[in-house]
């Protein structure tokens, strides 16, 4: 069965950290770009990050550059977004997805299946 799991949500305090992961199973995520979207309540999916196969391109959004980075361990077929100096805006539940391009200035599209989510709140 081809799935991909987020986990590493939960409530942190304005200006914490998280770092979520994305595992993947039944396929093998190194033959995917992979990317984070977020989806808050009465708001549009943002794209949030994205990285290239070989993890040498990567895209962030204007709302969280400098703050998120993402990585990725094809041995462990796994992509991680760090998230540091969390914002209340930041509080949404993040999927992970195939994505067909991810390079600089360009906003990811899914091109596959998505993960259930992790939430993701940001109060104090």
């Known amino acids: 069965q081809v799935q991909l799991v987020e986990s590493g949500g939960g409530l942190v305090q304005p200006g914490g950290s998280l770092r979520l992961s994305c595992a993947a199973s039944?396929?093998?995520?190194?033959?995917?770009?992979i990317g984070w979207f977020r989806q808050a309540p009465a708001k549009e999916r943002e794209g949030v990050s994205c990285?290239?196969?070989?993890?040498?391109?990567?895209y962030f959004s204007d709302s969280v550059k400098g703050r998120f980075t993402i990585s990725r361990d094809n041995a462990k077929n796994t992509v991680y977004l760090q998230m540091n100096s969390l914002k209340p805006e930041d509080t949404a539940i993040y999927h992970c997805a195939p994505v067909g391009v991810c390079i600089p200035g360009r906003s990811p599209s899914p091109s596959g299946p998505w993960g259930p989510g992790t939430q993701v709140i940001v109060s104090s």
């Open positions: 039944g396929f093998t995520l190194d033959d995917y770009n």
């Open positions: 990285i290239s196969i070989d993890g040498r391109s990567t």
